[in-house]
Every structure is written in structure tokens, then in C-alpha cells.
């Protein structure tokens, strides 16, 4: 069973949910889902953004998971900022989803630049009021933008889901965010595949019998932060959730790992962006090597 972490309102969440960006046909859907149920897993993470909702509510359907075992989080993309549209995105998402709420509602990205984060933070504040969010959250705010809101708002994001993975570890964000009982989700646990590579890690992976994604995503673990990590393979999908059971980590091992930390962020910069594309793989091969 994965172990899960009491969010700042009650509601639990499991430490590791299956990541679902790029998985867009029913049948693929189906079968990733499929494994994961069967590995345990009751997390999922989607957004409108990654146009899978509607793939990813037909698959739950199919899977007979009770609604109250799922833990779902969706997100509001940057062209939804502002309250109508918010609302408006909110019901298109639980319509394609099949679901009447979401586990976690989250603000994609902060997109400054719209100047509408806060008007769209105090939206999500209304919808969870309304019980159609369980909990409510934002992604890839940095401590500027957690301040607007921590004082505009009235209450306290449930969740910061920022890019985090060995080569990028926002240590200072980290920190505010544990300091205001906010969260912390790591997305793209793995540095989307680069980190497996890394050197410390697979002498560590050998010395606990455990792979490299393992002992990544039990670092993460171990210093408190969910994971999603995304696989299209039903045997990496289970590969992962073994991180839980692997021997803890020592004290050495995180160390190792919290060395690896570069600056090397892969996703856009959150203060810049809103609405362009941004293509992430050339920069995996820039922050990893591969
Ligand atoms: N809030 C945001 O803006 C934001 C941005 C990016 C991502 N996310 C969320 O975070 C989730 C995870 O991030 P991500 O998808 O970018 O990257 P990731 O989970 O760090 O890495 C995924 C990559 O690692 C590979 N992989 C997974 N498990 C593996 C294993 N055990 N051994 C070897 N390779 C393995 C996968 O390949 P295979 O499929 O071949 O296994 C895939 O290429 C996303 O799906 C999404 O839900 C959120």
C-alpha cells in the first residue's frame, strides 16, 4: 500500500500518483491505468493542458476503482486564468473526467505576466468552498508568487507541485513552502528520465538491491515530497511504486544525491512564462547529458 501524506486541510493524499502527460488514445490510457491499479496506485495526475482528461475519466470507469479511493488532481491552464473562465474550466474538466470533483485543484502555472493569479487562486478558493475540489493548490509558484496569495487569499495552498528532481532541487522554495504548512510535489521526479543515469545513483541502487528510479523517487520520499513519476510501462509503473518497499536510504546516500543539485532547471522559468510552447526534451540532454 502507498503511504499517504495528511495535506494542511486533512485530506490524504497518496505519497506517489502516476504522472499522465502525453498519454492521449483510450487504449494506452486504459493500460497504463490498468497497471497501476493493480500496482497499488490511486493518484493520478492530469491538467487540461495534457488534453487527456477525458481518456483518463473513461479509463477509471472501466477499471471499477470506488470514487472515494481515487485521489485525482487536475489543473487550470494560463489561458483560463480570471475568474469566469476558471469556473468555466473547472466544470469542462470534472465533464471530461465523468467525475463531480476533483481531489486536488491546481493552478498550472503562475503566468505573472496575465496578472490574474490571484483573481484565479480566489476562484479556487470559491470552488473548494463548494466541495468540487477536496483540496486546492498551485504548481510552479515561486516565494513571490506564494506571497500574493498567501496575502491577498484567505486560505493556504494545500500544495506547491514544482519541477524538483536531483539536477534541480529548489532548496529555498522548498524551505518556504514547509515553513507555511504548504506541500511540496516534485514533478518531473526523475528530471523526465535524465537523472536515471547518473553515476552516484546506480551505486547506490546496487548497494539496497534497488534501481535507479527507486532510489530517486525514495529520496524524494524520504525528505517528505510526493512523486508522480510518468511511465508508459506497465513494468517501470511497477518498477516505481517498489520505492516504497526498498531499504530506507542512509543518511550517506541522500547526501550523495543532494550534491548532485546544479541549477539545471528543465522546465520554463515560471516568472517569464505564459503561453508559448516550450519544448523540454533539449534541455534534459543540457541539464543530464543524455
Ligand atoms: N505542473 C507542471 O507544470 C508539470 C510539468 C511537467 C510534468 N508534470 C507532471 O509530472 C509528471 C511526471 O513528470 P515527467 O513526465 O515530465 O517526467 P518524469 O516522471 O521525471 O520522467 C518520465 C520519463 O522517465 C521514464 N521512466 C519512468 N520510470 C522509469 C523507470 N523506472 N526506469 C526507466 N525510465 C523510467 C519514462 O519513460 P517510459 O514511459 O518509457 O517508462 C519517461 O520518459 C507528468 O506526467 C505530469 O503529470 C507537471
Given at each position: ?109 503562475p503566468a505573472p ?69 504548504i506541500q511540496v ?91 508559448d510552447d516550450f ?12
Amino acid at each position: 500500500v502507498i503511504p499517504a501524506i495528511t495535506l494542511n486541510n486533512g485530506v490524504e493524499m497518496p505519497e506517489i500518483g502516476l504522472g499522465t502527460i502525453g498519454n492521449r488514445s483510450d487504449e494506452k490510457m486504459l493500460e497504463i491505468v490498468r497497471a497501476a491499479v493493480d500496482a497499488g496506485y490511486r493518484s493520478f495526475d492530469t491538467a487540461t493542458r495534457y488534453d487527456n482528461e477525458r481518456a483518463l475519466g473513461r479509463a477509471f470507469d472501466r477499471c471499477g476503482i470506488p470514487r472515494d479511493e481515487l485521489f485525482v488532481t487536475t489543473k487550470v491552464w494560463n489561458s483560463d486564468h480570471g475568474r469566469t473562465r476558471t469556473l468555466r474550466a473547472l466544470d469542462r474538466s470534472l465533464q471530461q473526467l465523468g467525475l463531480d470533483y476533483v481531489d486536488l485543484y491546481l493552478i498550472h502555472f503562475p503566468a505573472p505576466k496575465l496578472g490574474l493569479f490571484l483573481e484565479t487562486w480566489l476562484t479556487l478558493e470559491d470552488l473548494y468552498l463548494s466541495g468540487r475540489a477536496r483540496a486546492i493548490g498551485v504548481a510552479s509558484f515561486g516565494v513571490s508568487h506564494l506571497e500574493r496569495i498567501l496575502d491577498g487569499g484567505s486560505i493556504v495552498p494545500a500544495v506547491n507541485q514544482i519541477e524538483l528532481h536531483p539536477r534541480w532541487q529548489q532548496k529555498t522554495l522548498r524551505a518556504f513552502n514547509e515553513q507555511h504548512g504548504i506541500q511540496v510535489e516534485s514533478w518531473s521526479p526523475l528530471g523526465m528520465g535524465g537523472a536515471l543515469y547518473e553515476p552516484v545513483l546506480a551505486a547506490i541502487a546496487t548497494k539496497h538491491d534497488a534501481t535507479p528510479a527507486q532510489v530517486i523517487l525514495r529520496w524524494h520520499m524520504q525528505q517528505g515530497r510526493i512523486v508522480i513519476p510518468r511511465s508508459t510501462s506497465p513494468s517501470r509503473i511497477r518498477e516505481n511504486v517498489g520505492a516504497v518497499t526498498i531499504d530506507p536510504l542512509d543518511d550517506g546516500d541522500l547526501s550523495a544525491i543532494d550534491a548532485l543539485d546544479t541549477h539545471g532547471r528543465i522546465g520554463p522559468d515560471p516568472d517569464e512564462w505564459s503561453e508559448d510552447d516550450f519544448d523540454m526534451r533539449p534541455r534534459v540532454s543540457e541539464v543530464y547529458g543524455r
